[in-house]
């Protein structure tokens, strides 16, 4: 049981070993620690979501000409030439090709349990600590600005301010981490999603202190 899970290990650091800070091998092993801690509490199959966890950003559409086929397909093709379960396998298909954010905008896509588990897993890295991390690493890479009082963020999630390409950092908050704490789906991730919630509101309370000079 172990060893697939090695060999999958093996696998993702090396085709990651190039990818951007926001989705690299320490991105997936986040994922995948913190998957591991919440189906402790939810009781999934502990293979689906290993397997489900490492292999859920092998190719981002996002850097593959909109493929949205890529992932699911590498991440299928690396099972099979280590002989995974073939039920095991579909399942871990399904749930990386309806896992995205963009994919949860669109109402009756494929569920389960070990989905579920991952894809909180996942938004639980957008937030807290690390998702301010990344927030600022994504933004410093496009040029932002951290805050500009001048430019109020979108209070509505849409596939459009999701898209915004100009807006600060700091709006990318309202669009997006501090609404996710709302999107969890177990009651672990939604535990969990809580505590990093309120870290993120005591950060936004500091940075605005600093901000004005206090
Ligand atoms: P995901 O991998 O969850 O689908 P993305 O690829 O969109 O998310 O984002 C990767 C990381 O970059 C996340 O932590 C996200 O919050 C951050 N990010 C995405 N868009 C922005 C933005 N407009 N401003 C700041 N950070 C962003
Ligand atoms: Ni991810």
Do not use: C
Request: no cysteine; hydrophobic share 40%; proline share 4%.
């Amino acid at each position: 049981m172990q060893e697939p899970i090695q060999k999958t290990i093996d696998f993702v650091k090396k085709t990651l070993a190039n990818a951007e800070a926001g989705h690299d091998w320490f991105h997936i092993e986040r994922v995948f620690e913190t998957a591991k801690t919440i189906n402790e509490q939810e009781n999934g199959n502990p293979l689906v979501v290993a397997f489900a966890a490492l292999l859920h950003d092998i190719a981002d559409p996002k850097f593959n000409h909109g493929d949205e086929e890529l992932g699911p397909n590498i991440a299928a093709a690396f099972l099979e030439s280590i002989a995974v379960d073939p039920e095991i396998i579909a399942h871990v298909k399904l749930i990386i090709q309806n896992m995205s954010f963009k994919n949860s905008f669109d109402a009756g896509s494929f569920t389960s349990k070990e989905m579920q588990i991952v894809q909180d897993a996942d938004r639980l890295d957008a937030i807290g600590a690390i998702g301010i991390a990344r927030a600022f690493t994504y933004g410093g890479f496009k040029n932002r600005v951290l805050y500009d009082p001048a430019i109020q963020p979108e209070t509505h999630l849409t596939k459009e301010s999701y898209k915004n390409t100009t807006a600060p950092t700091i709006n990318h908050f309202y669009e997006k981490l501090l609404l996710l704490k709302d999107m969890m789906n177990t009651e672990t991730g939604k535990i969990m999603a809580t505590e990093r919630h309120n870290f993120m509101l005591l950060y936004l309370e500091h940075f605005y202190k600093e901000w004005s000079g206090k």
